[in-house]
C-alpha cells in the first residue's frame, strides 16, 4: 500500500536513518563498523553465551583493540574509557545507535551520526526505503541526476575532523549493499517517477543550489546540511501528496503573539489531516495503480495504519526543525524553524552573490517550501484565500516579519542597511 501510493515505508524516523537510506543508495557501499559500534557503546556486565565471549566490557574490549593496533598502548583503561564516552556522544548524537549490534547482542537497528561516508552501515531497519525513493526521483530528471552527481563530488571533499575521532575504529573495505526497494514495495515505473520528478522540479533545483552553496563554502557542517536539505525535500514531498498548495505559517514570534501561534497551529492541522486522508483520494482516483479493493479495504479498516501515518508526518517536521514543540505528548504543534533549518533553507534559494529584499525572499521561501512569514507582499491574502486568518497586516504579519528578519539577521543571513529595508544574502555583512 505505502509503496504504491507514496513510495516508501512511512516509518518514525530521525535524519539519521534517512541519511543512511539515501547514502547506502547513492554509493551502493556499506561499511561493517563492528568496532566502532562496541566501542561507542558502553556495557558494564558481560553477556557470554556457550559460543560467544562477550567484548563490549571495557576490560576485554581494551586489550583487544591494543593487540589489533587500533588503540595506543599509552592510553590507560580509565582513559580508556571516558574516550568510549566521547566516542558515544561524538557517533550516538542523533540517538540512533544506542544499542549493541554485534554477538551476543542483537539490535533493531543502528544508524550512527555520519560525518563521512565511512560511518555507513547496513544495519538501519527505521528508513523504509525512504533514501532509495528519493533516489528513484532524483534519477529522472536531468536536474536531479546533475545533482546527484554535485552530492558525489561534495562527498569526495576532505571530511571534517570528527572524522578522525573515529578512523582508528573503522573498516578498511567496503561491502557491496544490495537495495531492496523495489522488492518490498515494488518498482516506481516511469511515468510515475517522471511524474513525480516534475512536481519536484524546484524543490529539486533548491537542492542542488544548497549542494553548490556547501561545495563553495566547504563547512565542517556539510554531510549535516545536506542530509537536512534532503530530508526537507522529502517533508516537501508529503506536503504536496497532501495538498496541491500547502502553506505552513511559521510562528517566528514565538507564541508572542496569540493570533499567530493559533494560526500557525491551524495550518499545521489541516496538512496533517490531508495527509492523512491522501491515501483515500489517491485509492478512489486511481493513483493508486493495482491495488485490489480487498487490500484497500484491509488498509482503510486499520486505525493503526492512519496513526503511522501521523506519526511520520509529525516526526519529519519535528525532527528536521520546522514543527514545535519537540515533546511528544504536546497536543498542539506549530510551525518554528530552527536556526540551522533556517540556514539550509536560506542557502537553497540564493546563488553566490545574489541579493534579495525580504519580501523576494519570502515569496521564494513559499514557492519552494510552503513557508509563510508574513513579510511577502501578498502573504496575507494568500493566508484569507485559504480561510486562515483573520490576521491584521499591521498587528500581526508586520511583527512576526520583524521577528522573522531579526533571525536571519542574527545568522548572518541578512542586513539592514536603513530603517524599511532588510536585504538577504549569504554571508550578508561582507557581501552588502
Known amino acids: 500500500m505505502h509503496g504504491a501510493i507514496l513510495g516508501y515505508q512511512p516509518l518514525r524516523m530521525k535524519p539519521v536513518h534517512f541519511a543512511t537510506s539515501f547514502l547506502l543508495a547513492l554509493t551502493g557501499r556499506f561499511y561493517r563498523l563492528e568496532y566502532l559500534n ?10 557470554d553465551t556457550q559460543r560467544i565471549r562477550d567484548e563490549y566490557p571495557s576490560e576485554r574490549l581494551y586489550p583487544l583493540l591494543i593487540e589489533q593496533g587500533r588503540l595506543d598502548p599509552t592510553v590507560n583503561l580509565e582513559a580508556f ?39 555507513i552501515s547496513n544495519k538501519s531497519k527505521n528508513h523504509g ?11 529522472a530528471s536531468s536536474e536531479g541526476r546533475e545533482t546527484l552527481n ?9 571530511p ?30 516511469a511515468m510515475r517517477a517522471d511524474a513525480i520528478a516534475t512536481r519536484m522540479s524546484d524543490v529539486t533545483a533548491a537542492v542542488r543550489r544548497l549542494v553548490r552553496n556547501l561545495r563553495r563554502q566547504r563547512s565542517n557542517y556539510s554531510l549535516r546540511y545536506l542530509v537536512l536539505g534532503l530530508c526537507c525535500w522529502l517533508f516537501t514531498y508529503i506536503l504536496r501528496q497532501a495538498s ?12 508572542g503573539n496569540p493570533r499567530i501561534r493559533a494560526q500557525s497551529r491551524s495550518t499545521y492541522a489541516r496538512l496533517l489531516d490531508l495527509f492523512s486522508s491522501s491515501y483515500d483520494r489517491a485509492f478512489e482516483t486511481g493513483l493508486a495503480g493495482s491495488l485490489s479493493a480487498a487490500d484497500w479495504n484491509v488498509f482503510a479498516s486499520s486505525s493503526h495504519a492512519l496513526q503511522v501515518l501521523d506519526e511520520h508526518f509529525r516526526d519529519l517536521g519535528v525532527r528536521i526543525g520546522i514543527v514545535q514543540p519537540r515533546s511528544a505528548v504536546a497536543k498542539h504543534k506549530h510551525v518554528e524553524l530552527q536556526a540551522d533549518t533556517l540556514r539550509v533553507l536560506a542557502l537553497s534559494l540564493l546563488d553566490e552573490g545574489q541579493v534579495l529584499t525580504m519580501p523576494e525572499f519570502a515569496t521564494h521561501l ?24 483573520p490576521l491584521d497586516r499591521d498587528d500581526d504579519l508586520r511583527p512576526n516579519a520583524a521577528a522573522f ?19 538577504v544574502a549569504i554571508n550578508a555583512e561582507e557581501l552588502i
Open 81 to 119: 574509557r571516558t574516550l568510549r564516552a566521547h566516542l558515544g556522544a561524538a557517533y550516538n548524537n542523533d540517538g540512533a545507535a544506542l544499542a549493541a549490534a554485534f554477538d551476543p547482542y542483537s539490535t533493531f537497528g543502528a544508524d550512527y551520526s555520519a560525518p563521512s561516508t565511512r560511518y
Open 150 to 158: 554535485e552530492i558525489r563530488e561534495l562527498l569526495e571533499l576532505p
Open 244 to 255: 496541491a498548495s500547502p502553506l505552513l505559517l511559521i510562528d517566528a514570534l514565538q507564541g
Open 129 to 139: 526505503h525512504s533514501g532509495s525513493f528519493v533516489m528513484s526521483i532524483f534519477e
Open 405 to 423: 528578519e531579526a533571525l536571519m539577521i542574527r545568522l548572518g543571513l541578512a542586513i539592514e542597511p536603513s530603517d524599511g529595508l532588510t536585504l
Open 160 to 189: 571534517p575532523p570528527l572524522a578522525a575521532l573515529g578512523t582508528p575504529l573503522l573498516d578498511e573495505d567496503d561491502e557491496p549493499w544490495v537495495d531492496e526497494h523495489d522488492e518490498l514495495f515494488g518498482p516506481i515505473d
Open 38 to 47: 562496541k566501542a561507542s557503546v558502553l556495557k558494564i556486565a558481560p553477556k
Open 366 to 389: 513559499h514557492a519552494t517550501w510552503s513557508l509563510v512569514v508574513g513579510a511577502g507582499l501578498q502573504d496575507g491574502e494568500l493566508l484569507r484565500s485559504n480561510r486562515f486568518g
